[in-house]
């Protein structure tokens, strides 16, 4: 599925500037959970202290407080999925790509992602089996089989 990014050219040709931050979100979880808790990992290369970003990463609706001081390593696979989507929606990118976005994620969260992904500016690329997810998916949609265009 995929989501053209906007034109930034001034020409009515419809080509546009490529992306030059893009997001990422795997298919997999990363083998070795962070040590650090999840306000921390939220924060973790950004500007100022971790506590800085508490209300913005509770605004999202994915934590609660008492999660905020939990080693990601204890968190479950799922929680795991929740922090790398939270990272995902509140850095700036032009482009992202999204590998089966779905997998660990409850079907709510994953209703969540959907709603955030529909108010998302940029352009997203999105690979997935979900049937679901796909169904929701409100951008152009390109099938592959075998390799080949469906």
Sequence with gaps: MVRPWPSSSSSESGHGTPPARIGYLAQELPPHAARLQLLAAFAAGRPGLPDEYAEQL?????????????????LSVGQQR?????T?????????VLDKPA?????DLVEDLQAALAAYPGAEVAV????????????EQLELHAGRRR
Aim: proline share 4%; hydrophobic share 50%; aromatic share 6%.
């Design 88 to 96: 995902l929606v509140t850095q700036p990118a032009d482009l992202l």
């Design 58 to 74: 509770l605004s999202l609706g994915l934590f609660r407080e008492q999660d905020l001081h939990v080693p990601v390593a204890a």
């Design 103 to 107: 997998n660990h994620l409850a079907l």
């Design 128 to 139: 997935s089996h979900d049937r679901d997810f796909r169904a929701r998916f409100e951008a």
């Design 82 to 86: 929740r922090l790398q989507v939270a």
